[in-house]
Every structure is written in structure tokens, then in C-alpha cells.
């Protein structure tokens, strides 16, 4: 009989120790976003080896800082590239990738109605780049956030810009590329801010800060940040081109049927969840190696990312923005749907899950 008590005893103890532990499990505070100690914007970041490249903004040139982690770059020396000898007024959200040898940094410059892109290439991350070249882009509207990618053996270029010279909205648009700087053809919207999650915050109505990449199907998906920067309710959508779809062919993209990363839950897509720490998350980069998407991760894990947010109960402004690393996911049999257009009504593949 006593053993049978000791026993229950030992039982009762030890349940409890169980019970306890899995109460403070589920109470406990969801782990922190990972903030940066770097209050800037629009980060653009590769791997090449074993170091990560980041570039930004300095406002009047350019800057990249190199690190063994996503983590250290905001600690790692700033080292600018290009100091704009020609004026350029307000040099925007650099981007970074490594083609045929050389670094390539696309940025936008200009006043008003007269930002263009421009480029500028190194044989070395941090020094030795040529003057900054007009990327010739078809039409020659205003134009930003712009890089270059190869997809199926041909170099395209995908950006947001402005249909006439008039700021109503901004457009995704792409073109082919004869060179990292010249286009070839014309260019073609794949994408407008028209669904009604995308135009919570306007005047103007925003698609911008494409980031092209690969899924496990080999389909491209060009990944944009939606509603104002100005605004929490800045956040992530995606567009998938069907499988065998023609990049030019703006009936061949399919887009989220809401914000695939976001802070409000009204305009998250079914199945999404809205952020727990930040507020107003975008303007994100994969961390590709090379910045090429011939490298997208496949299915499983997850890998780092790195985005622009400011944090929970701080005032949403620019000067709040910090740079945050992240992660994402591929995420299987994902329908976007769509009404009213050419083309079937549905497509299904996969679609992304970011992480703070």
C-alpha cells in the first residue's frame, strides 16, 4: 500500500512538472522579430560564397557592407561605392546582383517626373565601379526599383514605374535585356494595384520593390510590396507565372488573393496570418546566391530574407523603418484566384510564408 502511495506520489509530481512546463510553453511570448540595429530602408543583400552583400542608399551615392551573417551587416563598415559625382537628386533603393563577373548596382535618381534607373558595375563588391549609366528601358517613364534577372537562358528586367508621366500609380513592369543596361523590345505590365487590399492606403495606388524568384517547379514568381511605404499598411504579395507562361503576357500571371506578409489581418490572404512585432513590412530581398534565381532554395526549410519594417508601438514613419532578418518558406498547393479576365480563373502551385 505505501509503495502504491510513493508511486502515485512520483506519477502526481511529475504530471504536474509536465503540466507546468507546457502552460509556460503556451503563455510564453512568441520569440522577437530579429531587428537590426540599422534604421534604413529597401535593403538589397546576395551571398556570394560565404559573405553577404548588402547595399543601400547613403542619399546622395551609394554604400555596401559585407559579413559573414545577415545578422552582422548592420554592424559591419559602410563603405561607399559611388559618390554621385553628377548630382543625381535622390538616389533610391539600390539593388545588387553578380552577372557574367562583374556586381551590378541598379538604383534609381531624379526629381519628380525624371527618375530613371542607373547603373553602375565593379569587378569588386566594395570599389572600383564605373560611372552611373541610364538603363535604356522602353518608353523611358519614371521608373524605380529595378533589377535584373535571367530566367530560362534570357536576361529580363523587372521594375515599378508610371504608365504616362502622370503619378496615378505604379506599375510592375517587364522587359528583355540585350545587356545589363540596354532593353530590348517592349516593355509589358504584368501587374497594376487593383484589387481592392491593395489599394487600403493611395494617392498614389503602389505595386513596387519586385524581387524575382524560382519556385520548386521551376515557375518564376515576382514577389512586390504593396499599399503605400508610408503606411503600416505596407505588405508582400506575389505573382506566379503559370507553368509554361509567357513572361510578357500579363493573363499568364496570377497574383495572391491578398498580402502574403503583413501587419493587418483584414488584407491578409486566407491562411495568412498578419506579423506579431512589426508593422508595415516590405521592399524585401531574397538573399540569393549571387542575387541569381537560378539558386531559389527548394522545398522544405526555411531560409533567410531580409525586409524593411518599423517596430510595434513605435510611430510609422520612414525615419522608423529598420532593416529586419527574416525567413521564408515555399508553401504546396496554393490556389490564387481571379475573375473576369482571359484565362482559367484559378491557378494552383506554390505560393510563400514569410517569418519574422
Excluded at 545577415?70 to 533610391?92: I, K
Excluded at 551590378?104 to 525624371?114: E, L, M, P, Q, V
Excluded at 516593355?187 to 487593383?194: A, T
Excluded at 522544405?300 to 517596430?311: E, I, K, L, Q, S
Aim: neutral net charge; glycine residues 10%.
Amino acid at each position: 500500500m505505501k509503495l502504491s502511495r510513493l508511486i502515485h506520489g512520483v506519477l502526481a509530481v511529475a504530471l504536474a512538472g509536465v503540466l507546468a512546463a507546457v502552460l509556460s510553453l503556451t503563455s510564453a511570448e512568441p520569440a522577437r522579430a530579429d531587428q537590426t540595429s540599422l534604421r534604413a530602408a529597401d535593403p538589397s543583400v546576395i551571398r556570394v560564397g560565404s559573405t553577404y552583400v548588402a547595399v543601400r542608399s547613403t542619399g546622395d551615392g551609394v554604400a555596401v557592407r559585407q559579413a559573414p551573417s545577415t545578422a552582422q551587416l548592420a554592424t559591419a563598415p559602410d563603405r561607399r561605392v559611388w559618390t554621385n559625382p553628377g548630382n543625381l537628386p535622390e538616389v533610391w533603393a539600390p539593388e545588387i546582383v553578380l552577372e557574367g563577373g562583374r556586381y551590378h548596382i541598379y538604383f534609381a535618381a531624379g526629381a519628380g517626373a525624371s527618375r530613371r534607373m542607373y547603373a553602375i558595375s565593379s569587378t569588386s563588391p566594395d570599389g572600383g565601379y564605373t560611372a552611373a549609366t541610364k538603363v535604356a528601358l522602353p518608353d523611358d517613364k519614371w521608373a524605380i526599383d529595378g533589377v535584373l534577372f535571367t530566367f530560362n537562358g534570357q536576361r529580363w528586367f523587372v521594375w515599378s514605374g508610371w504608365a504616362g508621366d502622370t503619378n496615378v500609380e505604379q506599375n510592375i513592369y517587364v522587359a528583355r535585356m540585350s545587356s545589363p543596361t540596354t532593353a530590348t523590345g517592349a516593355r509589358h505590365i504584368i501587374s497594376q494595384p487593383r484589387e481592392g487590399w491593395e489599394r487600403v492606403v493611395g494617392n498614389p495606388y503602389i505595386n513596387e520593390a519586385p524581387q524575382p524568384i524560382r519556385d520548386p517547379n521551376g515557375q518564376l514568381h515576382i514577389v512586390y510590396s504593396a499599399n503605400g511605404s508610408w503606411s503600416e499598411q505596407y505588405c508582400l504579395a506575389d505573382l506566379r507565372l503559370r507553368a509554361g507562361g509567357d513572361p510578357t503576357y500579363v493573363w499568364d500571371w496570377y497574383k495572391s488573393n491578398g498580402c502574403l506578409f503583413g501587419s493587418n489581418r483584414a488584407t491578409m490572404m486566407p491562411g495568412w496570418d498578419p506579423t506579431l512585432h512589426v508593422n508595415g513590412p516590405g521592399h524585401h530581398s531574397f538573399v540569393l546566391l549571387n542575387g541569381d534565381i537560378g539558386t531559389s532554395p527548394p522545398a522544405g526549410p526555411t531560409f533567410p530574407m531580409m525586409f524593411h519594417a518599423v517596430p510595434k508601438g513605435t510611430p510609422y514613419s520612414w525615419e522608423n523603418r529598420y532593416w529586419y532578418t527574416g525567413t521564408f518558406c515555399w508553401w504546396g498547393n496554393t490556389t490564387y484566384s481571379r475573375a473576369h479576365v482571359p484565362g482559367p480563373n484559378t491557378d494552383t502551385g506554390w505560393g510563400l510564408k514569410f517569418f519574422e
